[in-house]
């Protein structure tokens, strides 16, 4: 199928990209989620503002008290870089085929919010800061409150997702995501996945967050696992008891690929796994 007709445009520069937004516009960086989406008829918007020609946002940085994900930074480099945490990495890595990796965009696929996306768990477990640009200037989100629900996320319509800031690993601290892909492996969108950060000391989990996609209406954290991991030893029975709340506050949805008990039973399978690899991980 092909999509409706729009209007096409390629600004130089963020300030022209901002001015071109509105309610009937889309941010188009990869193409990876949009465009199929806009074949289906999903999405009809009548102008695309392409930032793919916008100088300086394909980068991945140390910024000393972050590491900052540009733009148009692909999944590719984030799967490569050493900079980003292991769940991050490991996310971009499981992220589609070898051209959807190359083509897409690490932010692109935040902005997006899919239900079953990858890289949304792995910023939310590592609390990442979006960086929105507008007409208004800048503003930080949290991972927490940018994920809204489906394909929905707190940009304003005429705010572009310019950066990802990720807090840097510290000592005593670990991150892990894995995944049941839709074929059966660990490729294409997530039936259920999880990631995982754990910080330990002393012998003690001190902090922890886990994030879980495929599973519900949004990625979003399962706060009661990170609750019940703090001040747990990181044993195998700690962990399966503290993952047997991964769905208190989520509500599960079936779909194509299984019924809402089979991704209850999922989410509490890969949460374990996501938090004892990162605990492997320190």
């Known amino acids: 199928m092909y999509p409706r007709t729009f209007d096409y445009t390629a600004p130089s520069t963020l300030e022209e990209a901002v001015g071109a937004l509105g309610e009937d516009a889309k941010v188009i960086a990869g193409g990876m989620s949009l465009l199929p989406l806009m074949k289906m008829r999903l999405f009809s918007p009548e102008t695309l503002v392409d930032i793919a020609r916008i100088p300086g946002l394909d980068s991945i940085e140390d910024r000393g008290d972050h590491v900052s994900i540009g733009a148009m930074a692909r999944h590719s480099q984030t799967a490569a870089s050493g900079l980003v945490?292991?769940?991050l990495s490991t996310a971009a890595a499981l992220t589609g085929d070898v051209q959807v990796r190359n083509r897409g965009t690490t932010c692109g696929a935040m902005a997006h919010v899919d239900v079953a996306a990858d890289t949304p768990a792995a910023v939310l477990a590592l609390g990442g800061t979006m960086i929105a640009r507008g007409p208004d200037g800048e503003r930080e989100i949290g991972a927490g409150e940018f994920c809204v629900d489906t394909l929905t996320s707190a940009l304003a319509a005429d705010e572009i997702l310019t950066e990802i800031r990720m807090p840097k690993t510290g000592p005593g601290e670990g991150s892990a995501y894995d995944k049941l892909g839709r074929r059966g492996g660990?490729?294409?969108?997530?039936?259920?996945?999880?990631?995982a950060w754990v910080r330990k000391s002393n012998g003690v989990i001190?902090?922890?967050?886990?994030?879980?996609?495929?599973?519900?209406a949004k990625p979003s954290l399962a706060e009661g696992v990170g609750e019940a991991l703090v001040g747990a030893d990181g044993s195998d029975a700690a962990i399966k008891a503290a993952c047997e709340r991964a769905v208190d506050d989520i509500t599960l949805l079936e779909d194509l690929y299984g019924s809402e008990e089979y991704k209850g039973h999922l989410a509490k399978v890969y949460a374990a796994r996501a938090v004892k690899q990162a605990l492997a991980n320190i």
Request: proline residues 0%; charged residues 15%.
């Open 85 to 87: 945490g292991a769940a």
């Open 186 to 195: 660990r490729s294409d969108y997530a039936v259920a996945g999880a990631a």
């Open 206 to 216: 001190e902090a922890a967050r886990v994030a879980l996609t495929g599973v519900g």
